[in-house]
């Protein structure tokens, strides 16, 4: 049984920075493409950053390029994502997903690229 477990949200003051994590287990993390989307109150869940299988390409949306990083750790089955210089409108629920698939680029930020999903982790950023 495939699970995706994401921790680390909560409430900080904008300009402040969060480190989300997702657990993922039940799969074999070297093979599956990894992402992270949110889901701001009355929006629809968007694309945020992903990471390719082998770990050497990342992705990220237009708004948040510069301030956020994704990684991951084989060894631990885990993805990252380092949030810095958050802002208000990054408040939203972020989801951790997985795909198993060989996209790159923008097919990355397609939803219907990832059959995993997490249950997702708050992030409020207080102006």
């Known amino acids: 049984q495939v699970q995706l477990a994401e921790s680390g949200g909560g409430l900080v003051q904008a300009g402040g920075s969060l480190r989300l994590s997702c657990v993922a287990s039940?799969?074999?993390?070297?093979?599956?493409?990894m992402g992270w989307f949110r889901r701001a109150p009355g929006k629809e869940r968007v694309f945020v950053s992903a990471?390719?299988?082998?770990?050497?390409?990342?992705y990220y949306a237009d708004s948040v390029k510069g301030r956020f990083t994704i990684s991951r750790d084989y060894a631990k089955n885990t993805m990252y994502l380092q949030m810095n210089s958050l802002e208000p409108e990054d408040t939203a629920v972020y989801y951790c997903?997985?795909?198993?698939?060989?996209?790159?680029?923008?097919?990355?930020?397609?939803?219907?690229?990832?059959?995993?999903w997490g249950q997702g982790t708050q992030v409020t950023v207080s102006s």
């Open positions: 039940g799969l074999d993390f070297r093979s599956y493409a």
């Open positions: 990471i390719r299988w082998g770990g050497g390409n990342t």
């Open positions: 997903a997985a795909g198993r698939t060989a996209a790159t680029g923008q097919d990355l930020g397609q939803l219907d690229r990832y059959g995993y």
